[in-house]
Structure formats: C-alpha cells, structure tokens
C-alpha cells in the first residue's frame, strides 16, 4: 500500500512538472507572437530637433573710428524726416557717401571719389542747398547713407586722403561726378592732359566761353570710368586729372 501511494506520489510530481514546462513553452510562444505583432506598430524614435529655420540677423560691426585732422562739420538735409543733422565731414559723413556712391570701386578709384565727395562737400559749404542746411542728403547733391556696412576699404579712402580737395585758380571746384552710363554719360568730361581753357566743362553745370570764365566748373568724373583706370594702374591723382584737368590741385584744406 504504502509504496503504491509513493509510486503515484512520484507520478503525479512528473506530471505536474511536465505541465509546468508545458505551460512555459506556451508562455514564451505567446511572447515571441506577441513581440513579433508589436513591430509593425513600433513607434518610431523621435528625431533630434532639427535648428530652427528662422534667419538670425546679426547687427551689422561698428566701423572702427576713422582719424581725423579737422572738426570741421556739415548740415545735412535728411529728406525722410524734414530734420537737419550737422555732421563732422570726415567721419560722420563722408565714409557713407562714399560707401552710398560708388561702393564697389576698386581702391584707387575709391579714393578719387572720397576726394571728390569732399571736395563738393566744402563747395556746398560755401554755396549752400538751402537756407539753413548745405546739402540735401540724395541725388540733389550726393547721397549720404548712414545705414551702410564700412568696409575697411571705404574707411581708408576717407582717411588716407584726410582733408584733400580739389582747387583750381584759388577756388575749390564744384566736383561733378555721376555714374557715367546711360544718360548720365553725356555729362562725362575727358580732360587728360588739358589745361586752362583746354578743358571741357560739364553740361550738367553752368557752362561759359571761355571756361575760365566759370573755375567752379572743370568737368564732371565719371565713376565707371574712373573704375576702369584704376584697373588701368592709374591712381586717384591721375584719376583725378583725367576728369578735372590736368592744371587742378590736389592739395589739403
């Protein structure tokens, strides 16, 4: 009797483990079918965040101070506000009619027109735009804009020529320049080796016979040609004297 009960004691142990592997056979099949039924569904992973699209402006350098030899200064008429700013010529207000007219110039043509902004400049000073202003800050004299980048170039065209104009017979001129294309290039004067009343005045100014009659007038420059000499290897000087004449100063105030 008893080794009966011992005999189904032991097999009733061997089918109670042989359910129990059963059962975790069946278990893991099921978490095998289960896991390989997620992957259809699986969420994909979230990407790093991509850099935010919107442009970042960045202000643009303050130019370095530019030397100057004189405190002399100049009213400006700021067309968009009707209010007249007084500017010190060398560095307040030359470097940015320089940069506004004729900013891709190559170096030496840059300086030729730095010297011809200022040259107008102190020849509006003495012949003046308005009652209580010199000059209007557009193309009614020439255009001043403060908002430009300075390039280091830009600045030195200012201050490497420091206080040059240009005089002839004891005067300084009225320096026209333009652009010289288009219709502006009728108003362009080809002065090289002339002196005296050899030279042609500019139609864009009063014009008198003989010239000499007239010594604020002594042609006009024109700023695509003057590119073109510098490219030529001439420099501001001769530049200078290609348009205006070969007999003016080029001397410090």
């Known amino acids: 009797m008893n080794e009966r009960i011992s005999i189904r004691n032991r097999d009733r142990k061997k089918i109670i483990v042989c359910v129990i592997v059963i059962l975790i056979l069946i278990l893991a099949t099921a978490n095998n079918a289960s896991a390989g039924h997620g992957n259809k569904h699986r969420v994909k992973p979230v990407p790093a965040s991509a850099p935010d699209p919107t442009?970042?402006?960045?202000?643009?350098?303050?130019?370095a101070i530019i030397p100057s030899t004189t405190s002399d200064t100049i009213r400006v008429y700021r067309s968009a506000t009707g209010r007249i700013e007084v500017l010190n010529i060398e560095n307040e207000y030359l470097?940015?009619?320089?940069?506004?007219?004729?900013?891709?110039?190559?170096?030496?043509?840059?300086?030729?027109?730095?010297v011809a902004s200022r040259t107008y400049a102190y020849y509006k000073k003495e012949h003046p735009s308005g009652v209580d202003f010199d000059v209007y800050d557009d193309s009614r004299d020439q255009n001043y804009k403060p908002w430009l980048v300075l390039t280091d170039n830009l600045i030195n065209s200012v201050s490497q020529t420091n206080g040059i104009v240009i005089r002839w017979s004891g005067v300084i001129i009225?320096?026209?320049?333009?652009?010289?294309?288009?219709?502006?290039?009728?108003?362009?004067?080809?002065?090289?080796?002339?002196?005296g009343d050899e030279i042609t005045q500019s139609t864009i100014g009063w014009v008198t016979n003989p010239p000499s009659l007239n010594p604020y007038n002594r042609g006009a420059m024109g700023q695509i040609q003057a590119n073109a000499l510098a490219n030529d290897d001439y420099t501001w000087q001769n530049?200078?004297?290609?348009?205006?004449?070969?007999?003016?100063?080029?001397?410090?105030?």
Do not use: H, R
Request: hydrophobic fraction near 40%.
């Open 95 to 114: 470097p940015y009619v320089v940069a506004a007219e004729n900013d891709i110039a190559p170096f030496e043509s840059m300086k030729a027109q730095a």
């Open 174 to 195: 009225c320096s026209f320049y333009v652009s010289g294309s288009g219709d502006t290039a009728a108003y362009v004067t080809y002065n090289e080796g002339k002196s």
């Open 239 to 253: 530049i200078l004297k290609y348009f205006y004449g070969n007999d003016i100063m080029i001397e410090s105030k």
């Open 55 to 63: 442009p970042v402006f960045t202000p643009a350098p303050i130019p």
